[in-house]
């Protein structure tokens, strides 16, 4: 993490942050342990969530440190990484860092659920089948039932029942992928 997601910073430090294994089922359908670093002061609400993901048999590709991938969350996204903690800014170009900045945010398979202009253009091509959230039209079962909507499980467990934000229901751009924590 040292100079990839942790980058020297006044404002978070590694006490600040815990390490989490999560057991997820994989696109295969198979179990598998994932990896993420959220803020500690979210870190059991977060092992809760996705113990119901799991309950409910919620689809993720792969759950990766996104120091895998140079802490690049357009590398990560491109490949349908779900990932939280990154110090880094937002990317509405406002120059204030990101709920991920302070572990506070969650991606969850950022391809199928990705981040969309106002235009109806995505920022990613490989998700250009996802842009248009007519899931009915989507190919693949799988990212069906990885799809995140207003109707969607993973939406209420998240929004209603753990009270955090979804970047679906912003205006201007929507970011489908994103929840984050706000005190």
Not at 82 to 87: I, K, Q
Not at 116 to 133: C, K, L, T
Request: charged fraction near 20%; hydrophobic fraction near 35%; charge should be negative.
């Amino acid at each position: 993490m040292e100079g990839l997601s942790m980058r020297s910073n006044p404002d978070i430090t590694y006490d600040d942050l815990s390490y989490l294994s999560v057991p997820h089922y994989d696109f295969s359908g198979n179990t598998t342990v994932g990896h993420m670093v959220v803020n500690r002061d979210v870190a059991e609400e977060v092992l809760d969530i996705f113990a119901e993901l799991y309950d409910i048999g919620y689809p993720i590709e792969r759950m990766e440190l996104i120091d895998k991938y140079g802490a690049d969350d357009y590398v990560s996204i491109d490949n349908n990484n779900t990932s939280a903690f990154n110090y880094r800014l937002a990317t509405d170009g406002s120059g204030r860092l990101s709920k991920h900045a302070m572990g506070m945010a969650v991606d969850i398979n950022p391809q199928i659920n990705p981040y969309v202009y106002s235009s109806g253009v995505g920022s990613h091509e490989n998700a250009r089948e996802y842009w248009s959230r007519d899931y009915n039209s989507w190919q693949s079962e799988t990212a069906k039932a990885a799809f995140i909507g207003y109707d969607t499980q993973i939406y209420k467990i998240f929004v209603e029942e753990h009270g955090w934000e979804w970047g679906g229901a912003w205006s201007g751009y929507r970011d489908y992928q994103h929840f984050q924590k706000t005190f």
